[in-house]
């Protein structure tokens, strides 16, 4: 009776865990080639991967440098340009 028990349980964990393995697993893979292209990118942005004690600073900082960089770079390619802070009015124009 209890390698029934046994074995239910072993059932139920496979089937809760297969989503969770195959979603994991959904994302495309990314190259060498892409991750020393990133790699470089970011260097250039001013981060130094042998810098250990600013670590999570210094890679963040460069990670928005490139986001930034890319941005500007996209918005030129687009058309549309970069997102802007700004506030704008919609409805009836007021009187004066």
Do not use: C
């Not at 195959?22 to 250039?44: I, M, T, W």
């Not at 928005?64 to 997102?83: E, P, R």
């Amino acid at each position: 009776m209890t390698m029934k028990l046994f074995t239910r349980m072993v059932l139920i964990a496979a089937m809760i865990a297969a989503p969770v393995a195959s979603f994991a697993q959904s994302n495309q893979s990314v190259s060498r080639a892409q991750v020393r292209e990133e790699l470089a990118q970011l260097e250039k942005a001013g981060y130094d991967p042998h810098d250990w004690i600013h670590y999570p600073e210094n890679i963040q900082a460069a990670e928005a440098k490139v986001a930034a960089q890319n941005a500007t770079a996209q918005s030129a390619v687009s058309g549309y340009g970069a997102a802007t802070d700004g506030t704008s009015r919609s409805g009836t124009a007021s009187r004066q």
